[in-house]
């Protein structure tokens, strides 16, 4: 029995010393890494950040103290919105929120809706981190972002999956960048036809995509239409929240990392990717099962480790069609089939409030 505890915790021992080895070797890798980033890509950004060295770099996940930088350089300022514009629209938020808090009147103009939308799903942001919940200290700082946004572009106002997309930026930025960063992510044609929940170019994205499923994953994708499973029930959660509602915080700033790097093709890269990492699962598991396991993945030891593996393994080729090629030929409108067409309508309908 001795022998036996003792071989057990030599065992634990070792184990413990593997981990506490392994630990150091990461810090190490970070340190000499955040290095790289700020002594010699981030001051020649423009003619650095194509290279393959900082592209290799940029796939092994940023380190953490220079991720709000690169994000910011990477997403751009095509808008070019200022610090002044924030404070005016800002500004214009605040008065709207006094004016909610002082009315007694019933009103749903689309402004005041969006705001009060946005004090109810705040608190809901990540609660295992307890900083936006109100008292918290990035409580009003996200709040103010969001209002700001919607004032600037009313015309998107505020859906949900925002508030998180917003969080994830003020965790890594300061105010202003986070609020120029956030404000140009949305612009992004992808982004802007799921927010906007422009039908046609949403479905192109959902045929496009199906194309690069039924090439790269035959069996899962006869599976997935013999089942009824349309690709619509779990990509808009995953475009929407870019991975933030079925993965760990840890391996979605990854995800960001690259999908800056990236662009649009990357998070249908990804959705493969991780199709093909429970393909033995999902290939066993009926419609519901299915939507469910999809809307918030397992998380498991190594999770990062084996998305990234997963994602290279699945080329985006159709043919010799790359996705830029099979996108443009999907622009043309899209019919809906009459056995998901209400299917679809409430998809699209519970995107909004």
């Given amino acids: ?193 799921f927010f906007r929940v422009d039908h046609q170019q949403m479905l192109r994205y959902f045929r496009c995509f199906q194309v690069f499923f039924e090439d790269s994953l035959p069996r899962l994708f006869l599976h997935f239409q013999s089942s009824g499973v349309t690709s619509d029930l779990y990509l808009m959660d995953w475009i929407l929240s870019l991975y933030l509602k079925p993965l760990p915080l840890d391996v979605a700033c990854r995800l960001w990392d690259v999908f800056f790097r990236d662009g649009e093709e990357f998070l249908f890269r990804t959705a493969l990717g991780i199709l093909r990492m429970h393909q033995d699962e999902l290939l066993h598991l009926d419609l519901i099962s299915i939507a469910q396991f999809l809307s918030r993945l397992p998380d498991e030891e190594h999770l990062s480790d084996r998305l990234f593996s997963c994602i290279p393994a699945t080329p985006m080729l159709s043919g010799n069609r790359k996705w830029s090629q099979v996108s443009h030929l999907t622009d043309r409108p899209i019919a809906v089939q009459e056995g998901n067409r209400n299917k679809a309508d409430f998809v699209f309908s519970r995107l909004r409030f």
């Fill in 1 to 193: 029995l001795r022998v036996c505890v003792c071989v057990s915790e030599l065992k634990e021992a070792q184990r413990r010393e593997q981990q506490r080895r392994e630990r150091l070797r990461q810090e190490e890798e970070i340190s000499n890494n955040t290095l790289i980033w700020n002594h010699e890509i981030l001051p020649h950004w423009d003619t650095m950040k194509s290279s393959r060295r900082t592209r290799d770099l940029w796939w092994g996940g940023l380190p953490p103290s220079v991720r709000g930088r690169v994000w910011s350089v990477a997403i751009g300022n095509e808008l070019n919105i200022t610090a002044e514009l924030y404070e005016i629209f800002l500004c214009r938020a605040k008065e709207r929120w006094r004016s909610v808090g002082q009315s007694d009147v019933f009103d749903d103009s689309p402004g005041r809706s969006s705001l009060e939308l946005i004090t109810r799903d705040i608190a809901r942001t990540f609660p295992s981190l307890c900083v936006f919940q109100k008292g918290g200290p990035y409580h009003d700082l996200l709040q103010s972002i969001l209002g700001a946004y919607t004032c600037y572009r009313p015309d998107v106002g505020y859906v949900q999956g925002m508030s998180s997309m917003a969080a994830m930026l003020v965790l890594n930025m300061d105010e202003v960048e986070a609020f120029i960063s956030y404000s140009n992510l949305i612009n992004r044609p992808c982004q802007l036809a």
